[in-house]
């Protein structure tokens, strides 16, 4: 499975971003997928998660009530909304995907994308 992330940029605060995250390879329509991020000097953090059929979301208590995540699994894509963003929120956002359980730790992902940039300024 290879995991292809897009979508970051820089914004101001307030703003919003829509990430995507297409797979290819195989298909991930089985997966949990999940949402990641890192910010300099700091150690890569849980965002967000969804399991295979869509129907049970989890966020991170700092994004909660501004991000969405979704996803499409005729298109093999998941889908990170993100509402009134913060400058805290300026980090590399990785999608992951796992084979087994919808989880919040990354260690328990078993396929990672590059990462896609995203800057908030204030």
């Known amino acids: 499975v290879q995991l292809q992330a897009c979508g970051g940029g820089l914004v101001q605060a307030g703003g919003f971003l829509r990430l995507s995250c297409l797979a290819s390879g195989r298909t991930v329509s089985r997966y949990a997928m999940g949402w990641f991020r890192q910010a300099p000097g700091k150690e890569r953090e849980f965002v967000a998660a969804?399991?295979?059929?869509?129907?049970?979301?989890y966020y991170a208590d700092s994004v909660e009530g501004r991000f969405t995540i979704s996803r499409d699994n005729a298109k093999n894509t998941v889908y990170l909304q993100m509402n009134r963003l913060k400058p805290e929120d300026t980090a590399v956002y990785y999608c992951?995907?796992?084979?087994?359980?919808?989880?919040?730790?990354?260690?328990?992902?078993?396929?990672w994308g590059q990462g896609t940039q995203v800057t908030v300024s204030s």
């Open positions: 992951a995907a796992d084979r087994v359980s919808t989880s919040v730790v990354a260690n328990e992902y078993d396929y």
């Open positions: 969804i399991n295979w059929s869509g129907r049970s979301t």
